[in-house]
């Protein structure tokens, strides 16, 4: 993945006041790390801006030509595939990568999916929206392609908003090529792929959630819940959909989906008449934007003074990342910093806690010319985080919630496979203690102290209560 350092929100990079996105009602991306949300296509007919009417012209024009195709290949099936390539369009800063890169479709993946398209056209299906289908039945297609296919298809209206929202200001706009189109946008002056420009794609708040409707199961589910009618009339045609997890059982679903006209009409209903709100990026239920400011604004408020020793080794550099760990569990315990990790009673997810980590580390590490990697590739998968520059030797952080189900499994086979990764036996297991997971959390302690008493290579754990607590007065 990308690397990270010195996140940067839009604003402040462009020196403006961060007002005036908030005026228009427009996200703030960190303009070298993702935010992950998305652009949800079912967003679009009720948003302020004028996008709908272009997503569904395109997917009618590849039903209507799918409809008249009478076999792969023919003149109607190739125009439909032309229609739907989908280039890589970069820009936006959203997604799940630590870069600000999207991902294109190939051509493998575009037929197979315009191949399900077909079916369920030939099954008199018509309307645009069947596109939203496909995550359901169809693996490598999920929230993120759902995105990048629909902010492909209205690249000229973000655009133009985003024009319109900066043209009251000093920013300086540049003709970018993307994908042999040019745009009149900003240039993003923290990214670049080789000597082309990057742009700045700025999204209306009011098409983004954090995850598009029925990118899984779970989203169908959660519709079912609420409403006894949908489930009975998806189950009705289908049967029990609410526990399909796997490949397996995601393609038998595809089969029944693609059996009769009523299935798949039912359950494209019961996606429709799902709930659309977009993702309230004020009150950020999931920390999935606020975790920069609460980081920053931890470290100003109570800043860490680091003394660090002037021999660049790795136990200077070990001593550094011990520090900026214990200040991180002084915060979380002693200056309150436990409720940033929860929301109205919920705690929010890993992730935020980690991103929240990054934040803090980060502002003390520029400090102290210390690079910090979030989610660094590690051989056997992503790290959480890897401290190096200048140091001999690298010391990896992972973060974990106590109530996490792998968490024993992380500290005892994931960090010792990351460390192998980076040639490195310097690691820090930081479980972030929200009150459950008790067992599993003693589990990982018993395995650290039966190493440490055998005098074996292991990685420490450090824990930071981040337990709900009392009022001062109630205590």
């Not at 109205?344 to 910090?372: M, S, T, W, Y």
């Amino acid at each position: 993945m990308a690397k990270v350092q010195n996140p940067r929100r839009f604003t402040e990079m462009f020196g403006l006041e961060p007002s005036i996105l908030k005026a228009a009602e427009s996200f703030d991306p960190i303009l070298n790390a993702d935010t992950r949300l998305f652009v949800d296509p079912l967003l679009l007919r009720q948003s302020r801006q004028d996008a709908y009417a272009t997503w569904q012209t395109r997917f009618s024009n590849i039903i209507q030509l799918l409809q008249v195709s009478r076999q792969i290949d023919d003149i109607a099936w190739r125009s439909a595939e032309r229609l739907f390539d989908f280039p890589e369009f970069i820009g936006t800063c959203l997604g799940y990568g630590s870069g600000i890169h999207g991902s294109g479709m190939g051509n493998a993946l575009r037929r197979r999916l315009l191949h399900t398209a077909k079916a369920i056209v030939d099954l008199g299906i018509d309307r645009p929206e069947l596109f939203a289908l496909l995550p359901l039945i169809e693996d490598d297609i999920g929230p993120d392609r759902i995105s990048d296919m629909t902010t492909r298809i209205i690249a000229r209206h973000l655009e133009q908003y985003t024009q319109r929202v900066l043209s009251s200001t000093d920013v300086t706009f540049r003709d970018i090529f993307i994908k042999s189109e040019s745009y009149r946008l900003p240039a993003n002056p923290l990214e670049s792929t080789g000597r082309a420009l990057v742009p700045v794609v700025l999204v209306p708040q009011d098409v983004l959630r954090d995850l598009p409707t029925a990118s899984d199961w779970n989203d169908v589910s959660r519709v079912a819940a609420q409403n006894a009618a949908y489930r009975d009339r998806v189950n009705a045609a289908i049967g029990n959909i609410w526990a399909v997890h796997s490949r397996r059982q995601k393609a038998e679903i595809r089969r029944a989906v693609l059996a009769s006209r009523d299935a798949a009409h039912k359950l494209l209903s019961t996606i429709l008449e799902g709930p659309k709100t977009p993702y309230n990026v004020a009150e950020d239920e999931k920390g999935l934007v606020s975790w920069l400011e609460l980081g920053r604004k931890a470290a100003h408020d109570s800043p860490l003074h680091l003394i660090v020793p002037p021999a660049k080794d790795k136990a200077a550099l070990r001593s550094v990342v011990d520090a900026i760990v214990s200040h991180f569990i002084d915060l979380v315990e002693n200056k309150d910093l436990w409720k940033a990790l929860w929301h109205k009673g919920k705690r929010l997810p890993e992730h935020h806690a980690q991103l929240l980590f990054f934040a803090i580390a980060d502002a003390h590490c520029r400090a102290n010319n210390i690079d910090v990697t979030p989610e660094a590739g590690a051989g056997g998968g992503p790290v959480d985080f890897k401290f190096s520059s200048g140091y001999q030797g690298r010391v990896l952080v992972e973060v974990k919630m106590s109530d996490n189900p792998q968490l024993l499994h992380g500290y005892s086979v994931q960090l010792e496979t990351y460390k192998k990764g980076q040639g490195t036996a310097d690691a820090i297991f930081l479980v972030v203690d929200v009150g459950s997971g008790a067992r599993q959390l003693k589990a990982v302690l018993d395995l650290a102290t039966e190493a440490e008493n055998k005098r074996e290579p292991h990685s420490a754990v450090a824990i930071a209560d981040a337990s709900r607590k009392l009022s001062a007065s109630r205590r």
